[in-house]
Each structure stands twice: as structure tokens, then as C-alpha cells.
């Protein structure tokens, strides 16, 4: 299995990304980068065709969720950036993922992985059922909705490192999970609540995890990813 950390670059400038992207010069195995809305909006496709030019593998986190047929026209363009991984909002519907899975493939027929958002990790429980008017435990609509990201087509997941277990269970071992959330054992917790270490992601099974704050605001920040690849691809 090809298990790898993705360091996520949440920087509002192309400026700030290259500075911290430096500290990486010498190093001879490139991190992982995801590129999420904060960055691609403020330095936009040039800053991902620099960093693929530099080396680095790119997931493009720009949760996609619209009628199909705009989906499967973004992703024809976004599949051109030859990135590695794009998403979308398993919300949207099986057609919709259907359809950018189309709209990604190029004409060889290759592409970069597609993943879906199942619930954001900043779903509770309760503001799923009250706000977003879907009853039942949050827990069955991740599966329900990995489900039918599977079905669509689709290489994986994003879910809580707590839920790729479940994920596993009901969609099978090669189905991907793509789990932010994790904090070492002895660093902040921040904003996040469902976490763990990327040692304990490794056991429950998670494919790639996406770590920024641990690294990014780390006083060492090589060091630090270092840590977690140490920890987590072994
Ligand atoms: O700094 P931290 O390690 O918490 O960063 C986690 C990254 O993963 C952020 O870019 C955040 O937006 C993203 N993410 C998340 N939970 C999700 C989906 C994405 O934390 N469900």
C-alpha cells in the first residue's frame, strides 16, 4: 500500500508557501503537498504548476459540489494541472460524482485520484441532524455516503482518522482513506477534535494523512515531518 503524509500548505500567499517550502531544499524525498482554497485563491493555477515543477505531489483540495455537468467541466480543467488528487462533495450526488470522475480522465485515460468529502470533520452530530435535516447517526451517513463514492467510482474518502476503520469495513481495504486530524501525542490539539497520532492513524488504517499546524507551525518544520513519515510510513 502506498502510504504517504501530505503537509497541508494553508498559506494566504504564494510568498509564504515558498518560504516555508524552502527548509525543504536539501531534502531529497519532496513532501506531499495539499493545496486547499486558501492558496489556490490566492496564488491560483501558477503556484501548482511551480510546485509540481519542483517535484512535489500535489492533492488540490478544492471540495467541488455543483450540478454535474459544471463538475465534470471544472474537473476536465483541473485534470489538465496534472495534480495527483482532486475532491468533491460526496453530497452532491452520484451523478455528480460520476461526472467528474468523467470529466478528470484524459484522453489515455489516466487521471489524478478522486476522493469525496463525506461529513467535514466540523460536522457535529447535532448540527447535521437540526441544520442539515438528515436524521440518524453521523456515523451511518459517512458510510452511506462512502457508499456512494464507491459506486460512483471514486478512489476514496476524506473522514476522521477515528472513521477510516469504518470506512475500511463497509467499502473494502483498497478503497482510500484520506484522514486530517492528527496531532502527536505531546503537541496542541488546535481547533480539531476527532484526532489522533499518525502512528495510531496507521493501525486503524488510513492511506494518506494530512497534516498542516503540526508541521507548519512547528519551530522545526522538517523535523516535524520527518516525525510524522517516521511514525506513519515506517
Ligand atoms: O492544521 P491541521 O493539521 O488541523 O490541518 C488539517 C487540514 O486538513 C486543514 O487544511 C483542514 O482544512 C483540512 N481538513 C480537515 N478536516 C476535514 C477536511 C479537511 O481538517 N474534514
Same mark, same amino acid.
Given at each position: 500500500m502506498e502510504r504517504d503524509v501530505i503537509i497541508a500548505c494553508d498559506? &494566504?500567499? =504564494?510568498e509564504e508557501a515558498y518560504k516555508f517550502l524552502d527548509k525543504f531544499e536539501n531534502e531529497s524525498r519532496k513532501p506531499y503537498l495539499k493545496i486547499g482554497m486558501e492558496l489556490y485563491?490566492? =496564488? &491560483?493555477? /501558477?503556484?501548482?504548476? /511551480?510546485?509540481?515543477?519542483r517535484g512535489h505531489k500535489i492533492f488540490l483540495? $478544492?471540495?467541488l459540489h455543483d450540478i454535474p455537468n459544471t463538475v465534470k467541466k471544472a474537473m476536465k480543467v $483541473?485534470?489538465? $494541472?496534472?495534480?495527483?488528487?482532486?475532491?468533491v462533495h460526496a453530497s452532491g450526488t452520484k451523478e455528480m460524482m460520476a461526472a467528474g470522475l468523467e470529466?478528470? #480522465?484524459? =484522453?489515455?485515460? !489516466?487521471?489524478p485520484l478522486l476522493i469525496a468529502v463525506t461529513q467535514l470533520t466540523s460536522t457535529s452530530q447535532?448540527?447535521?441532524? /437540526?441544520?442539515?435535516?438528515?436524521?440518524?447517526?453521523?456515523?451511518? #451517513?459517512?458510510?452511506?455516503y462512502a457508499r456512494n463514492a464507491q459506486e460512483a467510482g471514486l478512489d476514496g474518502v476524506v473522514c476522521s482518522?477515528? /472513521? =477510516?476503520?469504518?470506512?475500511k469495513s463497509a467499502c473494502g481495504a483498497t478503497f482510500k482513506a484520506i484522514t486530517p486530524g492528527i496531532r502527536f501525542a505531546d503537541s496542541a490539539t488546535d481547533d480539531q477534535v476527532r484526532i489522533t497520532t499518525p502512528a495510531r492513524a496507521r493501525e486503524?488504517? !488510513?492511506?494518506?494523512?494530512v497534516v498542516g499546524r503540526p508541521i507548519t507551525a512547528s519551530q522545526d518544520p522538517v523535523a516535524a515531518w520527518r516525525r510524522c513519515v517516521d511514525e506513519f510510513c515506517g
Open positions: 498559506f &494566504g500567499s =504564494a485563491y490566492a =496564488a &491560483g493555477n /501558477e503556484i501548482v504548476k /511551480e510546485l509540481k515543477r483540495d $478544492l471540495k $483541473l485534470s489538465a $494541472l496534472d495534480v495527483d488528487m482532486v475532491n470529466g478528470l #480522465t484524459r =484522453a489515455d485515460g !489516466s487521471r447535532q448540527a447535521m441532524n /437540526e441544520q442539515l435535516g438528515i436524521s440518524g447517526d453521523i456515523n451511518d #451517513t459517512i458510510v452511506h482518522p477515528l /472513521e =477510516a476503520g469504518l470506512v486503524i488504517g !488510513s492511506d494518506y494523512i
